[in-house]
């Protein structure tokens, strides 16, 4: 059980802290993050809209705060976490890599706010590979997807129809705060404004 003391001016009360906070998925703090599928390696690139001073890390990495699941940036807005497929917790499953990385503002609480992403490589597809007179080989075909989840590791799945995922038949996809579900809806303009 986790007590927290907050104070606002005089008034200062206690709340036990997981009975009653949810976490939940944000659409705010990051600008875009990206999503390049190497063959061997992932990497997320992260743009915050404010200065960042708190921790990058794939789920389950926290506690072992090593490089090169963990990043503690100082300071800064544009971040970059690479990582081996065959490290920090990424899972396989039917050619399928995935991992979750977690954007967490303060460096040792996760707070609502805060921001996690399913990241999928997906090598299932078939591959053309072509040889030239010279034997250079085609890239295997990948695609891309990063989905926002909640960055609460208790927290519970999302169901299906409030999942946001962006797509790629590529190595790379980009996801902004704009994809996150009930998308905005965009507004054509009337008769009476053109």
Same mark, same amino acid.
């Given at each position: 059980?986790?007590?927290?003391?907050?104070?606002?001016?005089?008034?200062?009360?206690?709340?036990?802290?997981?009975?009653?906070?949810?976490?939940?998925?944000?659409?705010?703090?990051?600008?875009?993050?990206?999503?390049?599928?190497?063959?061997?390696?992932?990497?997320?690139?992260?743009?915050?809209?404010?200065?960042?001073?708190?921790?990058?890390?794939?789920?389950?990495?926290?506690?072992?705060?090593?490089?090169?699941?963990?990043?503690?940036?100082?300071?800064?807005?544009? =971040?970059?976490?690479?990582?081996?497929?065959?490290?920090?917790?990424?899972?396989?499953?039917?050619?399928?890599?995935?991992?979750?990385?977690?954007?967490?503002?303060?460096?040792?609480?996760?707070?609502?706010?805060?921001?996690?992403?399913?990241?999928?490589?997906? =090598?299932?597809?078939?591959?053309?590979?072509?040889?030239?007179?010279?034997?250079?080989?085609?890239?295997?075909?990948?695609?891309?997807?990063?989905?926002?989840?909640?960055?609460?590791?208790?927290?519970?799945?999302?169901?299906?129809?409030?999942?946001?995922?962006?797509?790629?038949?590529?190595?790379?996809?980009?996801?902004?705060?704009?994809?996150?579900?009930?998308?905005?809806?965009?507004?054509?303009?009337?008769?009476?404004?053109?």
């Amino acid at each position: 059980m986790t007590r927290c003391r907050f104070s606002a001016g005089d008034d200062v009360w206690k709340q036990e802290v997981g009975s009653q906070m949810e976490i939940g998925v944000s659409n705010s703090g990051y600008r875009r993050v990206q999503l390049r599928c190497g063959a061997d390696y992932m990497q997320v690139d992260v743009e915050t809209d404010q200065e960042f001073g708190g921790v990058i890390y794939t789920r389950g990495s926290y506690h072992n705060r090593k490089p090169p699941c963990f990043l503690d940036p100082r300071a800064g807005r544009s =971040f970059s976490l690479k990582f081996p497929l065959s490290q920090c917790q990424t899972k396989l499953d039917s050619e399928v890599y995935s991992n979750v990385v977690v954007v967490q503002h303060d460096d040792e609480l996760i707070m609502p706010g805060d921001a996690a992403f399913t990241l999928e490589c997906d =090598f299932s597809r078939p591959r053309d590979i072509t040889v030239s007179a010279d034997l250079e080989t085609g890239r295997p075909a990948v695609s891309s997807r990063i989905s926002i989840t909640d960055p609460d590791p208790a927290g519970k799945e999302l169901p299906r129809h409030r999942r946001s995922t962006v797509s790629s038949e590529s190595e790379a996809v980009s996801f902004s705060p704009d994809d996150v579900r009930p998308r905005k809806r965009r507004t054509e303009p009337s008769k009476d404004e053109l």
